[in-house]
T-cell receptor, first 115, second 112 residues
Framework: QQQVKQSPQSLIVQKGGISIINCAYE??????FPWYQQFPGKGPALLIAIRPDVSEKKEGRFTISFNKSAKQFSLHIMDSQPGDSATYFC??????????????FGTGTQLKVEL | NAGVTQTPKFQVLKTGQSMTLQCAQD?????MSWYRQDPGMGLRLIHYSVGAGITDQGEVPNGYNVSRSTTEDFPLRLLSAAPSQTSVYFC???????????FGPGTRLTVT
């Protein structure tokens, strides 16, 4: 049972275009929603994250839109560049007993930005 | 800071063998975790720790053991390797609840 559903599985965008990746969750206990970027042969790296008390967060060309009532959030990459070609994972986090948090990941989106 | 380090980078095991994947971090993070990454399945949490001496199970803990005797180290033990454990394993650490997790470079494990 996938607690965080991510789409699309793959995406091809022209250079300068907008890349949009969507995620949906069911568990309302999730309270932190990060996005990770992963290049081949590397570990995931935190890209941007949002708490559910805000509807949008922007960092440079990357924006998270968050819809709490629909339990959906999305990543927008503006002015997509070939260097953005990577796999993107959404995730949702909840608190665990004793402190800390537990991350549940989506299945990933392979983005290719073409010239 | 070296960040999160993992050894080995690659490992091939025969079915039934045991081994330990090493993970260390030098950021004084309390929270550490182990994930496995399989094609089309994202990253799945195996075990996690919220501090030295405290560990708990994640989503897919069967066949794996962990312990956390120091803040810096969080080894993952495969007790009796099975082909289903062929995967890429990532260790991660973070400072607090709403801090992003820092991932290591991964260990690619093949069980034949």
């Amino acid at each position: 049972q996938q607690q965080v559903k991510q789409s699309p599985q793959s995406l091809i965008v022209q250079k300068g275009g907008i890349s949009i990746i969507n995620c949906a969750y069911e568990n309302t206990a999730f309270d932190y929603f990060p996005w990770y970027q992963q290049f081949p042969g590397k570990g995931p790296a935190l890209l941007i994250a949002i708490r559910p008390d805000v509807s949008e967060k922007k960092e440079g060309r990357f924006t998270i839109s968050f819809n709490k009532s629909a339990k959906q959030f999305s990543l927008h990459i503006m002015d997509s560049q070939p260097g953005d070609s990577a796999t993107y994972f959404c995730a949702a986090s909840m608190r665990v007993t004793g402190g800390g948090n537990k991350l549940t990941f989506g299945t990933g989106t392979q983005l290719k930005v073409e010239l | 800071n070296a960040g999160v380090t993992q050894t080995p980078k690659f490992q091939v095991l025969k079915t039934g063998q045991s081994m330990t994947l090493q993970c260390a971090q030098d950021m004084n993070h309390e929270y550490m975790s182990w994930y496995r990454q399989d094609p089309g399945m994202g990253l799945r949490l195996i075990h996690y720790s919220v501090g030295a001496g405290i560990t708990d199970q994640g989503e897919v803990p069967n066949g794996y053991n962990v312990s956390r005797s120091t803040t810096e180290d969080f080894p993952l033990r495969l007790l009796s390797a099975a082909p289903s454990q062929t995967s890429v394993y990532f260790c991660a650490s973070s400072y607090g609840l709403y801090e992003g997790q820092y991932f290591g470079p991964g260990t690619r494990l093949t069980v034949t």
